[in-house]
């Protein structure tokens, strides 16, 4: 229990060891790139986020096998875990939040305990269960966000919701049960912890959206941006776009940051030429046929004003590799896209600005912007859509969202309609219950 004690309210320490560097006779598995910031040349520097210091790379943790199996070529955990996050390099969403949840472990793993991977127990890991659900113990582990070459960089931001804690212990169960399938450790050190990976029930119903009261308040809140000079009106046209194609698209923000413009596809039918997006999303790999999104007439109005603004020509040429959103002055620094990180500020810059602006009239419709993110935006189309009285299939083509089921939860005109059934009931009055009036 001291041990424990001690562990939580220890400040971020250094790992009672540096890792171990490969002898130079043995050739380094070349996956290593997928964690680039785990191995370190100099003791003074580390390429660790938020310069943390090393981490211990393991190798000779008690629970790998002497013979290492398929992994015989890997001579340090951390060589083991890269090996085990290339097999998603032809996912590259998967390959992000995978990449995510273990580092993360690792972090915590090595600097908060002093252990590699491999020498893991049971007790580490129901500890890093308790550092997810009560961030007020680990208080020196959690912090605002800032860039991750930041010195207050810190792994958690917050608190995580049931489900995100669900998925970041079991993409650490998935590495261990993976590494022992291929014979490089012994035992998983889930099996003997207090943590039991049940996935948590889902909401009845989706509140992270935006109704159509504060939709308009947003919309509002992006015509009033100033536009006065020129860096006023580069702002305001790449927000003006970002929001509107977020929403109309249902695009999620990673699949909008690596899309191009040549990606939006015009398609002659009788009736005129439609445009689509072809876009390869979540679950998708390159050897995967991309999804065909409709895209609204209005929707490529908004593409015509921001590709104007840019000095493009109105539409799209087939093949172009502008990219979807680029750098706020494309002419200066280049037509590079926007980052996530980037995406996020925007959007989370006008819900913001939106929330400040109706506080004194409507402080809960305030607090529910404060609270929102730039995927909001999909989940706020979707919900306006099927409320409008689209199908949940057509929805569900639409979306590109797995479950037809949790698209239910999306579906509140619904229980608009159930909650009407029930609000027209009415109790006794006092009098006829026998009670003083």
Not at 139 to 157: L, M, N, V
Not at 376 to 384: A, Q, S, V, Y
Not at 390 to 410: F, N, P, V
């Amino acid at each position: 229990m001291l041990a424990c004690r001690v562990a939580r309210d220890a400040p971020l320490m250094r790992s009672r060891r540096t890792p171990p560097m490969s002898a130079p006779d043995l050739p380094v598995p070349t996956e290593t790139a997928w964690l680039p910031w785990c191995l370190s040349e100099s003791p003074e520097t580390s390429p660790h986020p938020g310069a943390l210091p090393p981490i211990p790379a393991g190798g000779d943790g008690w629970l790998i096998v002497p013979e290492r199996g398929q992994l015989a070529d890997c001579h340090t955990d951390l060589q083991a875990v890269s090996r085990w996050l290339a097999r998603q390099k032809d996912n590259p969403l998967t390959l992000e939040a995978y990449r995510h949840e273990i580092e993360r472990f690792l972090l915590w793993l090595g600097l908060a305990r002093g252990k590699a991977l491999s020498e893991a127990t049971g007790e580490d890991i129901s500890l890093f269960d308790d550092l997810l659900q009560y961030p007020e113990r680990w208080p020196q582990w959690y912090g605002e966000r800032y860039p991750r070459f930041d010195p207050r960089w810190r792994p958690w931001t917050r608190k995580l919701s049931a489900r995100s804690r669900h998925e970041a212990l079991t993409t650490v169960e998935r590495c261990y049960a993976w590494l022992i399938k291929q014979g490089y450790l012994r035992y998983n050190p889930f099996e003997v912890s207090a943590v039991r990976l049940r996935t948590p029930r889902t909401a009845a119903v989706q509140e992270r959206y935006l109704d159509a009261r504060l939709w308009q308040a947003v919309l509002a809140q992006v015509q009033a941006m100033p536009q006065a000079t020129a860096p006023q009106r580069a702002r305001y046209h790449r927000t003006r776009w970002v929001v509107m194609a977020l929403y109309a698209l249902l695009a999620r923000a990673s699949e909008f940051c690596s899309a191009r413009m040549g990606d939006l596809v015009a398609i002659r039918r009788p009736s005129g030429v439609q445009w689509w997006w072809q876009v390869r999303g979540k679950h998708r790999t390159e050897a995967d046929a991309p999804d065909q999104v409709p895209i609204p007439p209005a929707l490529i109005e908004e593409l015509s004003r921001y590709r104007n603004h840019l000095g493009l020509s109105p539409l799209p040429e087939p093949g172009e590799t502008t990219p979807m959103v680029v750098s706020l002055y494309p002419k200066r620094e280049g037509w590079a896209p926007v980052n996530r990180s980037t995406l996020w500020r925007v959007v989370k810059q006008v819900f913001t600005a939106t929330a400040d602006t109706i506080e004194a009239d409507d402080p809960d419709g305030a607090a529910h912007l404060r609270a929102a993110s730039p995927h909001w935006l999909r989940h706020t189309g979707i919900t306006h859509r099927i409320d409008e009285g689209l199908g949940l299939k057509e929805a569900q083509a639409l979306s590109r969202h797995r479950s037809l089921k949790d698209l239910g939860t999306y579906a509140h005109a619904d229980r608009d309609a159930l909650y009407a059934r029930v609000a027209g009931w009415r109790a006794l009055p006092a009098a006829e219950l026998g009670e003083a009036p």
